[in-house]
């Protein structure tokens, strides 16, 4: 019995990993073409989300199963719930990428990015990706070292989250109000991207290190700062 | 056991209950200090959400221990399952009351509804706080007539969504970059929170017609709809 729930993990890791790539590939397409509105690769990230969907769904289904015929306890137990959490987690991932999409759609053949915000909005995006990238090497490997990189990228998305909204509102910006509209819905999805990000790898973490205390729950799903947007 | 597992049910049932009651609280405070630049108001939603979090943490970790001590199988632990997703959407909730709060207070002694857009976000404001009473009552009752409501409410909601930007992209509009920034995030607050109601309402719509072909997972914990933005 042990070893088919360990066997059954794996396939729940495996899993995981293959939707983080899909992610990674999705953020990768969604926030290149932002950044060249290339609406050709935009449409290829929305069409790919429902895959993503899919394959969500289907990691969620394998691990009600698993609930279901080897009951879980402890600490296996937390792994199985853990894994439908960071399903939902990835999967709003997916999501926000599409969003990213959407935008360069709606705005083209004019530039989905706001004039002025172009090194802010190219930098959010490689960061983006290098959280996405760095996600699924932890859900592959365990290892820890990743999450701190993960947590100190989301820190530079929320201070370029920030510095977006300053631009926004200094007497400088000559944004139309179009312009204004795009900067402020695409600047909030680059950051929630990297927060859910977080969110994933605190639960591998937890789950690494048996720090119970620390919130597994709803709680930490949506962390996000706040931004000094006054 | 049964005897047992049902009393544990009813437990978390009047859990989430308890837990969207407070939700209708926050909305409902957080709408009309949004409307009246009450920023006192704003500073109460803004302390209760950490009530909210705690009543959501411990809810989860009930789940956990019902999964863990009674083993349910087939509709029962769907219906465990679910609460998790439940606590979790609910909880999402509440964060978005507390970011109209915080709109509110930023903007503070300024009023925080761009002018122009009034009535607009007045409605939007009823509208969230309709879907959370009936919401509760739903979660109370289990009367699936409320679900119909609740998904009306909600495409109200996003026919006003699509209004704020059609009124923010007009040559009418006269706002400063500042009013665009709110209009753009206090609507998609305001639909957001709705689009969790509905994926609440679907998965007790679910649990009671038995419709597992429906999914119950990650999927429409994100529901949205695609506005017109462009």
Redesign the interface.
């Known amino acids: 019995m042990r070893e088919v729930f360990h066997q059954s993990l794996e396939d729940v890791q495996n899993r995981l990993v293959e939707i983080s790539e899909l992610v990674t590939i999705a953020i990768d397409k969604a926030t290149r073409a932002f950044g060249t509105s290339d609406v050709a690769l935009a449409e290829e990230v929305i069409d790919a989300d429902a895959v993503i969907?899919e394959k969500?769904?289907a990691l969620?289904?394998m691990a009600?199963e698993i609930?279901?015929r080897q009951?879980p306890?402890?600490r296996d137990?937390?792994i199985v719930?853990s894994a439908?959490?960071m399903?939902?987690s990835l999967?709003?991932m997916g999501?926000i990428a599409e969003h990213i999409a959407?935008?360069t759609r709606?705005?083209f053949p004019e530039r989905a990015i706001p004039k002025g915000l172009k090194s802010t909005f190219l930098k959010m995006g490689e960061l983006d990706v290098e959280v996405a990238r760095r996600l699924t090497e932890l859900l592959r490997t365990q290892e820890l070292a990743l999450v701190e990189e993960i947590r100190n990228a989301d820190d530079d998305l929320d201070d370029l989250h920030v510095a977006v909204?300053e631009k926004?509102?200094s007497d400088s910006?000559q944004?139309e109000?179009?312009a204004?509209?795009d900067a402020?819905?695409a600047s909030?999805y680059h950051e929630r991207f990297a927060d859910h990000a977080v969110s994933v790898a605190k639960k591998v973490a937890y789950l690494s290190t048996g720090d119970w205390t620390a919130?597994?729950?709803?709680?930490d799903?949506?962390t996000?700062t706040?931004t000094g947007?006054?």
């Open positions: 969907d969500a769904l969620d289904e009600i609930l279901a009951q306890v402890a137990l937390r719930v439908l959490r399903s939902a999967e709003r999501d959407q935008l709606m705005r909204f926004v509102l910006w944004g109000a179009a204004t509209v402020t819905l909030r919130p597994t729950g709803a709680l799903v949506a996000e706040v947007l006054a």
